[in-house]
């Protein structure tokens, strides 16, 4: 069945707000974003844009939403295209250090010092199920595949590991000082950083 025009209509303009109040979280932060911002970047009225959300909280969980699913996405793609743990590693290390960049990271933190506790709980489990749900999988591939080792013989688990090594690329994420590299240049370093994180994971330093 064909959907009509107003429909599409309203699911571009539904998108379009998504996008435009991304921009707006990073650049600017939650507290200094307003709805009315929100609709001018999209040349929309407030009224519009209400039509779509209840209100700025409710626009920006769907937009950590949307960062969240694509990010699982990509990571899905991941285990798909690429068989081994280490190939795995370094594309999912090189992924984050390309897209999660500081102003991403702010919406993150601010979830965590702006939202009320049931959100944080609703984007929890988003995360739980985009971010870390699929590295859980890659590694316990890796155990039936007998590439490593059971996470039993360490005294770990796969989430245990897979936390740590978000943890780890969290830690190699480009500061602001990178920015004035070019994008080559930067390519470069994220392209070292997830080779080192790869051997520093699975072989340590020896």
Not at 18 to 41: D, P, Q, W
Not at 106 to 114: A, C, N, R
Request: charged share 25%; glycine share 2%; proline share 2%.
């Amino acid at each position: 069945m064909k959907r009509d025009h107003k429909e599409l209509q309203s699911q571009d303009t539904h998108h379009l707000i998504i996008k435009a109040a991304t921009t707006l979280f990073m650049e600017l932060g939650y507290r200094a974003v307003s709805t009315r911002k929100i609709a001018a970047a999209c040349g929309i009225t407030q009224p519009a844009l209400y039509h779509h959300f209840q209100n700025k909280q409710e626009i920006y969980i769907e937009v950590l939403k949307a960062s969240i699913l694509q990010t699982e996405n990509y990571l899905n793609k991941i285990a798909t295209d690429y068989p081994d743990i280490k190939q795995r590693i370094y594309h999912l290390s090189y992924y984050f250090m390309q897209n999660y960049e500081e102003d991403l990271m702010q919406m993150f933190h601010d979830l965590h010092h702006e939202m009320p506790e049931d959100v944080k709980k609703i984007i929890n489990s988003h995360w739980q199920k985009g971010f870390l749900a699929p590295i859980i999988r890659m590694f316990e591939d890796a155990v039936a595949n007998k590439e490593i080792g059971s996470f039993e013989k360490i005294d770990s688990s796969s989430f245990e590991v897979s936390y740590l090594l978000l943890n780890m690329i969290k830690s190699a994420l480009l500061p602001e000082y990178m920015k004035r590299f070019t994008e080559t240049e930067q390519k470069a370093i994220i392209e070292k950083k997830a080779k080192l994180i790869v051997q520093l994971f699975l072989n340590g330093i020896a």
